[in-house]
């Protein structure tokens, strides 16, 4: 039972790890349609995973990762299929898509630089963000509004900013750090650890 509740999540985390490819193909054979069909699975499978894993107490370290991995897989193909689909959009919206895409190298590249290893942390403001980013990209492809992809964008941004200030905060590799404020009592408790340990 434990393997079947631990299984679950993993294998629609890596879902999105096999369902990268097939975004490159459809968008490169020029399938915008089935390209957001595919997309919206993808992400309805990021938007349940960690859900689903806390409704049968299978979150584990693996699966974590493979949400990460996930994640990484989706949010670097994405923009390139996109460009593919909708040059022009993706043009004219070049801020907006470089900052979003900022805020996603950023925090990986500090994550990378302090702890070897990917962040993890899936904050409560990144999973805000990453429903509202899923929404908008929709409305901005489907339908040419580009206004909420701005504002979900300027969230993202933020959300890289919170997780870089919990990586320097950090004094080891946490996952699953909702907040800010969560990193903070992380390192409370594990300098009051030590102080015991004297």
């Known amino acids: 039972m434990t393997s079947i509740?631990?299984?679950?999540?993993?294998?629609?985390?890596?879902?999105?790890?096999?369902?990268?490819?097939?975004l490159l193909y459809l968008a490169w054979t020029g399938r915008p349609k089935l390209f957001l069909?595919?997309?919206?699975?993808?992400?309805?499978s990021d938007s349940i995973d960690g859900f689903i894993a806390r409704r049968l107490n299978g979150a584990s370290e693996l699966g974590t990762k493979l949400d990460s991995w996930?994640?990484?897989?989706t949010y670097f193909t994405v923009p390139l299929c996109a460009w593919w689909l909708w040059p022009e959009i993706l043009k004219r919206e070049a801020f907006f898509v470089l900052l979003v895409i900022g805020a996603y190298i950023f925090p990986l590249i500090a994550g990378f630089v302090?702890?070897?290893?990917?962040?993890?942390?899936?904050?409560?403001?990144?999973?805000?963000?990453?429903?509202?980013?899923?929404?908008?990209?929709?409305?901005?492809?489907?339908f040419d509004i580009p206004q909420p992809f701005h504002g979900a964008a300027?969230?993202?941004?933020?959300?890289?900013?919170?997780?870089?200030?919990?990586?320097?905060?950090?004094s080891e590799w946490h996952c699953n750090v909702p907040s800010f404020w969560h990193a903070r009592t992380l390192v409370g408790k594990h300098s009051m650890e030590k102080d015991k340990a004297r």
């Open 70 to 73: 996930g994640d990484l897989a």
């Open 5 to 22: 509740r631990v299984s679950i999540p993993n294998l629609l985390s890596g879902f999105r790890l096999i369902a990268a490819p097939f």
């Open 114 to 142: 302090k702890f070897r290893r990917l962040p993890s942390y899936h904050t409560w403001a990144a999973k805000v963000a990453a429903v509202l980013m899923s929404v908008t990209v929709f409305i901005l492809f489907m």
């Open 154 to 170: 300027t969230l993202q941004a933020l959300v890289a900013c919170e997780e870089i200030a919990i990586t320097l905060l950090l």
């Open 37 to 44: 069909t595919v997309l919206a699975v993808s992400l309805l």
